[in-house]
């Protein structure tokens, strides 16, 4: 009966550990993707600005 303990306690902690490592890739992914789309987004509005600029005139 009291090694039955030590295997729940053992698998828990795995589970723990797995459950964290798991969030911790997510948000890892997340911050990525953010940083993609911000990357996109500021090409975007460059690109706008310059073709926006060669409507007016623009520079030289």
Do not use: H, P
Not at 44 to 56: D, R, T, V
């Amino acid at each position: 009966m009291g090694t039955r303990g030590v295997i729940t306690d053992k698998w828990s902690m795995r589970v723990l550990w797995a459950c964290a490592i798991g969030s911790a890739v997510s948000l890892y992914m997340v911050a990525v993707e953010r940083q993609k789309q911000n990357r996109q987004k500021m090409i975007a509005q460059g690109l706008m600005e310059m073709e926006s600029g060669e409507s007016n005139g623009g520079d030289i």
